[in-house]
């Protein structure tokens, strides 16, 4: 069945970096547009960003672009993270997710679309 492993979560001072990877398996992961959620305490899950089956067309959240960058590597079946410029605002529980649809993107992408979550993993920025 389907698994998604998320890891490098942790505590990074506001200013530094992170990087997210996602461990995918159990499905053919180059066919499917894969996104990064994260959700903070008390407040609804967003989408932060997402990326096609071969890495040519990405969408980021306002609150992220020019900070973090989503990437993939279908021959390991990696989905990576990076975060840069990190903010106290961006802790949250970042979650991998797959899309339902093989084959398929669309620029407006909605939380419906997700069929798989990973656990979850905890980034924290704080001094």
């Known amino acids: 069945q389907v698994q998604l492993v998320e890891s490098g979560g942790g505590l990074v001072q506001p200013g530094g970096s992170l990087s997210l990877s996602c461990a995918a398996s159990?499905?053919?992961?180059?066919?499917?547009?894969m996104s990064w959620y994260r959700q903070a305490p008390g407040k609804e899950r967003e989408l932060v960003a997402n990326?096609?089956?071969?890495?040519?067309?990405?969408t980021y959240a306002d609150s992220v672009k020019g900070r973090f960058t989503i990437s993939r590597d279908n021959s390991k079946n990696t989905l990576s993270l990076r975060m840069n410029r990190l903010k106290p605002e961006d802790t949250s529980v970042y979650f991998c997710?797959?899309?339902?649809?093989?084959?398929?993107?669309?620029?407006?992408?909605?939380?419906?679309?997700?069929?798989?979550w990973g656990p979850g993993t905890q980034v924290t920025v704080a001094s």
């Open positions: 997710a797959k899309d339902r649809f093989a084959f398929s993107w669309t620029p407006q992408y909605t939380e419906d679309r997700v069929d798989s």
């Open positions: 990326i096609d089956t071969v890495g040519d067309r990405t």
């Open positions: 159990g499905f053919t992961f180059g066919g499917y547009t």
